[in-house]
């Protein structure tokens, strides 16, 4: 098990910019792929973008592709989503997960380990 906490997310306007942080304890963090997934009100939780357990493949939902991009440093055990362009429909709760499985997994219940999530608003 991986224990995840979030953190970066905050209120910016649209076209803006935000990064989040997922700081992972644990020893077997670089093990893991990691995962973002977003949940907006009203709506399911969302996959947003994975990273391989090395770091050297990444994977995104259509939505973010081109503006959003993940990364990890796992001498540090964190792994991070840089936003950019931001719009309003990217405001949610945005959580990071972490499973043994490929970077191309997309659906949150192959996901073992969950983080709180952080706030992101985009205001228009």
């Known amino acids: 098990q991986v224990q995840l906490v979030e953190s970066g997310g905050g209120l910016v306007q649209a076209g803006g910019s935000l990064r989040l942080s997922c700081a992972a304890s644990?020893?077997?963090?670089?093990?893991?792929?990691m995962g973002w997934f977003r949940q907006a009100p009203g709506k399911e939780r969302e996959f947003v973008a994975a990273?391989?357990?090395?770091?050297?493949?990444?994977y995104y939902a259509d939505s973010v592709k081109g503006r959003f991009t993940i990364s990890r440093d796992n001498a540090k055990n964190t792994v991070y989503l840089q936003m950019n362009s931001l719009k309003p429909e990217d405001t949610a709760v945005y959580y990071c997960?972490?499973?043994?499985?490929?970077?191309?997994?997309?659906?949150?219940?192959?996901?073992?380990?969950w983080g709180q999530g952080t706030q992101v608003t985009v205001s228009s």
């Open positions: 997960a972490s499973g043994l499985v490929d970077f191309r997994t997309t659906q949150e219940e192959y996901f073992g380990s």
């Open positions: 644990g020893r077997t963090f670089s093990r893991y792929t």
């Open positions: 990273i391989s357990w090395r770091g050297s493949s990444t």
